[in-house]
């Protein structure tokens, strides 16, 4: 009989306590995956882990490379007919990007498996890529499973940020957006960030649990701390007694940390006021960090401020201007031009 998993979660008021997906070596390694990852990278692998055993229907020991292989298929089968695609890539099934993630997971789980050696898995079923070059040669070479289309990222244009901060009803709700949009936070750094984290004086936030563990210090304009104060002075609960900045100002969990899900329904609320078709959290944060880069700010140090490990994930998450990368390009022409010869050809030095 096939092995068939049930995601089960249990979840406090500090955030997810518990995931289980029925099986032990599954569930040993979410617990694996708990201690070194946040609660939404915890769930997420847990929910592509069912996704992948509900498709499959083996115990892990008995995973084939033929059985991902069919689990590719699957996922890139058309989901809404063989005529309805997405618009932004031509495809019926997954996007390229979820298939990846949960080839990602299958993959972390095995070769946690294998390194235990005593799960009866022996090497991992999810092979790197296909080889594109004979043997002997030499080279990196090779196919990936999955090819994720590099499209630049979505950022709001002024007029929509001053819409969109224009539609928010709160101090707090302002305070929260300008985080994103001038401090280029995260939304679990938002949401995580405790009153010993402000410096006021300093204009300073200390992220504390930044992605993959990095902690940081974060320069934010006094726009920010203007709503900031405001939302302290005059809107949050005097009895709340948690340590997390933004909490809920109304109803039965008045004083208690704001959640993931208050924060969406804070920004999809606003974003309809104000008419904007799209307007999510890391739209915000790549706002940020494009208009910084656009305004003269060194690459390594929006990287610096962005909290990434490699500089590659920063210039991956700017969408600059057209008009700002005509300006550049105007601008080292003319000093090119400046430099050449009457014939085109360069002075000499």
Known sequence: MGFVPCLDRSVGDDGIQVITLGHPLLDDY?????????????????YDLKVFFTTVGKEPAAVR????????????????GETVVRLEDGEPGLAARTIARRLSSVAGLF?????????????????????????????????????????LPRILAPAEVDALVGALRTARDRAM?????LGGLRRCEVLGLRLADVSAGERRLFIAEGKGGRQRIVPV?????????????????ASATADRVFVVL??????????AAGLDEVLDGARAR???????????????FTRLREAGMALEAIQARAGHASIESTRICLHLANGW???EYLRVAEAIDARAGPCGAAAPG
């Not at 957006?177 to 949009?181: D, F, G, I, R």
Request: charged share 25%; hydrophobic share 45%.
């Open 325 to 327: 990368l005509a300006e």
């Open 274 to 288: 104000a008419g904007l078709a799209r307007a999510t959290c890391h739209m915000l944060r790549h706002t940020c």
């Open 250 to 259: 109304k109803g039965p969990r008045r004083g208690q940390p704001l959640t």
């Open 65 to 80: 490379r033929a059985d991902v292989f069919a689990f590719l298929a699957a996922q890139r089968a058309p989901r809404r």
């Open 111 to 151: 070769a946690y498996l294998a390194a235990r050696e005593d799960s009866g898995v022996r090497a991992n079923p999810v092979p790197r890529g296909l080889a594109s070059r004979r043997p002997g040669r030499r080279g990196r070479g090779g196919v990936p499973l999955v090819r994720t289309p590099r499209t």
């Open 177 to 181: 957006v300008l985080a994103m949009l």
């Open 30 to 46: 979410l617990a694996f995956v708990a201690a070194r990852a946040r609660a939404n990278t915890w769930l997420a692998v847990a």
């Open 221 to 237: 304009s006094p726009r920010f701390f203007a709503a900031l104060g405001d939302y302290l002075d005059t809107e949050r609960p």
